[in-house]
């Protein structure tokens, strides 16, 4: 914020250059005299018309200068940051009228007020204008409006637009991380809740996530009662994408813990929600008819994170992260595994993670019960039963629920009872039989 505080806009340099620019060529043919003719032509006319109210009037030469001036800078800046083509017009128009009555109005006066060199400076003003609105630099707002719009932030949006290089819209190949948060419990709360409060719950939701969201960066893709979208890395290419998604994941939750209280406060029905992230290739670009253009993207990891966000709901975890995700932050961040999954398509197997915290400040207590953790995991996978419940109960912070660990918990008991715990759709797979089918997540 600093640094941006410490150089104006581009936007705003150029429409100084060309209000400046405009506003000199005029007042230099002002001064060497080039508009003296039609101001004794327009002088004499008001007399013959008996607009003046006497012969004696005065010539009001510093408001002239004044307002040549002041129009050139205003009209500027307006032709340079409207991005419609019609307002632009209509603002040039308008002054044009602004100048012509304050000359009238001046000469009902008293006072003699030449326009001509107003004029002058607006018809500058607006032709350079125009062509410069001509040109990438000056079309680039209005094409950010139409495709991207209000998806991101105004800061994001400022950068986009002063950014040296023009944005990418053709179609690129980005490393992408895909961040999905979605309520639960849609369903539940229609049937205790009355339309008119089931409506303000959802936009209160919706505005929460899709705000804070922008806020740290992402393009918010698809926005929905349930569902929010958003994307890191995708409008220009970030080293950084899945960290930006993982940090905002980690405060996103702390800010739905105290939605959920507000909205159990003011509906009496918490919020239930999960996040998912998943990271990679994505093929990004404009998509759409001239009429209706936007920008996304097309890859595996948008689905993928929708999967992930509505499995913290079968384990009763808040965030998971996919195994690229992982794999780019092995020590950024610290997880617990879930489950492994198989995809037959390409004979490939994936694991999931909760994600816990940034691996910056994780306190070893914590540490140490997230390894306890694993290790039941491990012997879970393995059939160990007894010993997966020794390691869980370790892994167990007193006075604190954990979904995950209650899953496993229950998992692990069924299989002492002689209960079939592993994922069973009939189709054999590697692993020991304990990876569930991809398309089942």
Same mark, same amino acid.
């Given at each position: 914020?600093?640094?941006?505080?410490?150089?104006?806009?581009?936007?705003?340099?150029?429409?100084?250059?060309?209000?400046?620019?405009?506003?000199?060529?005029?007042?230099?043919?002002?001064?060497?005299?080039?508009?003296?003719?039609?101001?004794?032509?327009?002088?004499?006319?008001?007399?013959?018309?008996? +607009?003046? *109210?006497?012969?004696?009037? /005065?010539?009001?030469?510093?408001?002239?200068? &004044? @307002? =040549?001036?002041? !129009? %050139?800078?205003?009209?500027?800046?307006?032709?340079?940051? +409207?991005? *419609?083509?019609?307002?632009? /017009?209509?603002?040039?128009?308008?002054?044009? &009228? @602004? =100048?012509?009555? !304050? %000359?009238?109005?001046?000469?009902?006066?008293?006072?003699?007020?030449? *326009?001509?060199?107003?004029?002058?400076?607006?018809?500058?003003?607006?032709?350079?204008?125009?062509?410069?609105?001509?040109?990438?630099?000056?079309?680039?707002?209005?094409?950010?409006?139409?495709?991207?719009?209000?998806?991101?932030?105004?800061?994001?949006?400022?950068?986009?637009?002063?950014?040296?290089?023009?944005?990418?819209?053709?179609?690129?190949?980005?490393?992408?991380?895909?961040?999905?948060?979605?309520?639960?419990?849609?369903?539940?709360?229609?049937?205790?809740?009355?339309?008119?409060?089931?409506?303000?719950?959802?936009?209160?939701?919706?505005?929460?996530?899709?705000?804070?969201?922008?806020?740290?960066?992402?393009?918010?893709?698809?926005?929905?009662?349930?569902?929010?979208?958003?994307?890191?890395?995708?409008?220009?290419?970030?080293?950084?994408?899945?960290?930006?998604?993982?940090?905002?994941?980690?405060?996103?939750?702390?800010?739905?813990?105290?939605?959920?209280?507000?909205?159990?406060?003011?509906?009496?029905?918490?919020?239930?929600?999960?996040?998912?992230?998943?990271?990679?290739?994505?093929?990004?670009?404009?998509?759409?008819?001239?009429?209706?253009?936007?920008?996304?993207?097309?890859?595996?990891?948008?689905?993928?994170?929708?999967?992930?966000?509505?499995?913290?709901?079968?384990?009763?975890?808040?965030?998971?992260?996919?195994?690229?995700?992982?794999?780019?932050?092995?020590?950024?961040?610290?997880?617990?595994?879930?489950?492994?999954?198989?995809?037959?398509?390409?004979?490939?197997?994936?694991?999931?993670?909760?994600?816990?915290?940034?691996?910056?400040?994780?306190?070893?207590?914590?540490?140490?019960?997230?390894?306890?953790?694993?290790?039941?995991?491990?012997?879970?996978?393995?059939?160990?039963?007894?010993?997966?419940?020794?390691?869980?109960?370790?892994?167990?912070?007193?006075?604190?629920?954990?979904?995950?660990?209650?899953?496993?918990?229950?998992?692990?008991?069924?299989?002492?009872?002689?209960?079939?715990?592993?994922?069973?759709?009939?189709?054999?797979?590697?692993?020991?039989?304990?990876?569930?089918?991809?398309?089942?997540?």
């Amino acid at each position: 914020m600093k640094e941006r505080q410490k150089k104006m806009r581009r936007y705003a340099i150029i429409s100084l250059a060309i209000g400046g620019g405009a506003a000199l060529v005029a007042l230099l043919f002002y001064f060497l005299g080039g508009f003296h003719p039609l101001a004794a032509w327009l002088s004499e006319w008001y007399l013959s018309k008996g +607009i003046f *109210p006497s012969e004696e009037f /005065l010539r009001a030469k510093w408001l002239e200068i &004044l @307002v =040549v001036v002041l !129009l %050139s800078f205003g009209v500027s800046w307006c032709v340079i940051d +409207i991005s *419609p083509v019609g307002l632009k /017009l209509l603002v040039v128009l308008c002054a044009f &009228l @602004v =100048v012509g009555g !304050l %000359s009238v109005t001046s000469a009902l006066h008293g006072f003699f007020f030449e *326009p001509f060199s107003s004029f002058a400076a607006l018809v500058l003003v607006a032709a350079t204008g125009f062509v410069f609105a001509g040109t990438e630099r000056g079309m680039r707002k209005r094409v950010l409006e139409e495709v991207v719009g209000s998806r991101i932030s105004r800061n994001k949006f400022d950068a986009l637009l002063e950014a040296v290089d023009p944005p990418n819209f053709e179609g690129a190949v980005n490393e992408v991380s895909v961040l999905t948060c979605r309520l639960f419990n849609h369903a539940e709360l229609q049937e205790k809740l009355e339309s008119g409060e089931l409506i303000k719950l959802s936009n209160l939701f919706l505005r929460s996530v899709s705000t804070f969201l922008a806020s740290r960066g992402a393009y918010l893709d698809e926005s929905g009662p349930e569902l929010v979208r958003g994307y890191f890395g995708m409008l220009e290419a970030s080293d950084t994408h899945a960290e930006d998604a993982c940090r905002a994941a980690l405060e996103l939750r702390s800010r739905l813990r105290n939605l959920s209280q507000e909205c159990e406060t003011r509906w009496f029905q918490p919020i239930q929600y999960g996040i998912g992230i998943s990271s990679g290739p994505m093929t990004v670009g404009v998509y759409g008819s001239r009429e209706h253009r936007y920008f996304s993207g097309i890859g595996p990891e948008t689905d993928y994170a929708r999967r992930l966000a509505h499995a913290n709901q079968r384990y009763g975890s808040d965030i998971l992260v996919g195994p690229l995700t992982h794999k780019l932050l092995s020590d950024q961040i610290e997880v617990r595994p879930m489950e492994m999954f198989y995809d037959p398509e390409v004979n490939a197997m994936t694991e999931v993670y909760q994600l816990l915290a940034l691996t910056e400040g994780f306190p070893a207590e914590d540490r140490q019960r997230r390894d306890c953790f694993w290790e039941g995991v491990i012997r879970f996978r393995e059939k160990e039963y007894e010993k997966a419940l020794d390691a869980f109960s370790q892994a167990k912070k007193a006075g604190e629920e954990d979904g995950p660990l209650e899953f496993f918990v229950e998992r692990c008991q069924s299989g002492l009872a002689g209960e079939d715990v592993q994922p069973d759709d009939g189709k054999p797979k590697p692993n020991g039989g304990h990876a569930r089918l991809l398309n089942l997540m």
